[in-house]
T-cell receptor, first 107, second 112 residues
């Protein structure tokens, strides 16, 4: 059983659409990360959050600690948003990673 | 420029050969990590080190070895005992006790 589950696994959207990626986890956490991995493979951290909501440009991340659930939203999606989005949770010294959501935004 | 470097980006080896992947950071981070990424799977922890001259096994350490002789460097050796070494390998680092990790660009290893 995975400690972190993401949905959907794959997502194709038209440019301009509103996108939601979901993450559920089963362990206690001190923080949750949303990561972005581009086709070249490098990973960058988009958000780290432990409660509430954060916004950066067209990206919004929310977390509900009681329900052990987080969502990543992308407004007005663009082809350059095409990437794999990974949810990761931190429990003590241990990081647990979801399998990722592969997003393709079509012009 | 502060950051994490991994080299090379692509690496090819014959089956049965040991190979060492490089990871260097100049962020002055205490902790360093090695992950393996396979298609359709989340990142899996191979080894981590929280301080120089000390390291611990992660979830999939069999067939791998590491050393941490310097704070800046955490090389990973993929030995011939690793049954399925072809994968994408990511190195990361973090300040001690921090909730965030900084990732290198990765090395894609293909064993022929």
């Amino acid at each position: 059983k995975n400690e972190v589950e993401q949905s959907p696994q794959n997502l194709t959207a038209q440019e301009g659409e509103f996108i939601t990626i979901n993450c559920s986890y089963s362990v206690g956490i001190s923080a949750l990360h949303w990561l972005q991995q581009h086709p070249g493979g490098g990973i960058v951290s988009l958000f780290m959050l432990s409660s509430g909501k954060k916004k950066h440009g067209r990206l919004i991340a929310t977390i509900n600690i009681q329900e052990k659930h987080s969502s990543l939203h992308i407004t007005a999606s663009h082809p350059r948003d095409s990437a794999v989005y990974i949810c990761a949770v931190i429990n003590g010294n241990q990081f647990y990673f979801g399998t990722g959501t592969s997003l393709t935004v079509i012009p | 420029d502060g950051g994490i470097t991994q080299s090379p980006k692509y690496l090819f080896r014959k089956e049965g050969q040991n190979v060492t992947l490089s990871c260097e950071q100049n962020l002055n981070h205490d902790a360093m990590y090695w992950y393996r990424q396979d298609p359709g799977q989340g990142l899996r922890l191979i080894y981590y080190s929280q301080i120089v001259n000390d390291f611990q096994k992660g979830d999939i350490a069999e067939g791998y070895s590491v050393s941490r002789e310097k704070k800046e460097s955490f090389p990973l050796t993929v030995t011939s005992a690793q049954k399925n070494p072809t994968a994408f390998y990511l190195c990361a680092s973090s300040p001690q006790g921090a909730d965030t990790q900084y990732f290198g660009p990765g090395t894609r290893l293909t064993v022929l």
